[in-house]
């Protein structure tokens, strides 16, 4: 059982280029979440997923776009990447109706020049 | 729209000293708190949770009590360790679309000095 992963774990790309974050979880779990975070500014989110099928902007969505591909995987991609997307990317997930708590995958650390 | 305000910052104290970080949030339907500690390069993880209807929750040597009328809730640890230095954040939670959402404090960082 390997919980919530990303990949890559690294990555630096160039201003307009693009690239696709990767998520999956092997929990069975309903919601998925995209964070990034910044120094002194936490988590902030960025894109959510209820359920299979759907999606939601969080509070920062500009620059990015997601696909709920299965009930595993959520991936979040940059079309055009710019400096300031430079940052930690969490992924997490959580079970469902209730409130309950989020787990996290490693992170992904991304540079743009 | 929704905030979480999380106090202080920094927070450095002896070890067996006790330490207390404060949030603030301002979604009144927030019903979940959680609590987390992130060690440097890690992910977060958590370390204590509490629901809208309970006023207080022990786990060891890590608490948390919540005040919904003011919108307050807090995280206490007694008897710090070494072990315990790490960057904490507070969230609070409500149900939108579907699902629960998130708001995350900006995080204090906990230095336990030996």
């Known amino acids: 059982n390997a919980g919530v992963t990303q990949t890559p774990k690294f990555q630096v790309l160039k201003t307009g280029q693009s690239m696709t974050l990767q998520c999956a979880q092997d929990?069975?779990?309903?919601?998925m979440y995209w964070y990034r975070q910044d120094p002194g500014m936490g988590l902030r989110l960025i894109y959510y997923?209820?359920?299979?099928?759907?999606?939601d902007k969080g509070e920062v969505p500009n620059g990015y776009n997601v696909s709920r591909l299965n009930k595993r995987e959520f991936s979040l991609r940059l079309e055009s990447a710019a400096p300031s997307q430079t940052s930690v990317y969490f992924c997490?997930?959580?079970?469902?109706?209730?409130?309950?708590?989020?787990?996290f995958g490693p992170g992904t650390r991304l540079t743009v020049l | 729209g929704e905030n979480v305000e999380q106090h202080p910052s920094t927070l450095s104290v002896q070890e067996g000293d006790s330490a207390v970080i404060k949030c603030t949030y301002s979604?009144?339907?927030?019903?979940?708190f959680p609590w987390y500690k992130q060690e440097l390069g890690k992910r977060p993880q958590l370390i204590i949770d509490?629901?809208?209807?309970?006023g207080e929750k022990k786990d060891q040597r890590i608490a948390v009590t919540l005040n919904k009328t003011a919108k307050h809730f807090s995280l206490h640890i007694t008897e710090t360790q070494p072990e315990d230095s790490a960057v904490y954040f507070c969230?609070?939670?409500?149900?939108?679309?579907?699902?629960?959402?998130?708001?995350f404090g900006t995080g204090t960082r906990l230095k336990v000095l030996a």
């Open positions: 997490a997930s959580r079970q469902g109706a209730i409130a309950d708590t989020q787990y």
């Open positions: 929990m069975n779990h309903n919601s």
């Open positions: 997923s209820a359920s299979e099928g759907t999606t």
């Open positions: 979604d009144s339907a927030s019903n979940y």
């Open positions: 509490i629901r809208s209807n309970v």
């Open positions: 969230a609070a939670s409500s149900l939108t679309s579907g699902t629960y959402k998130y708001i």
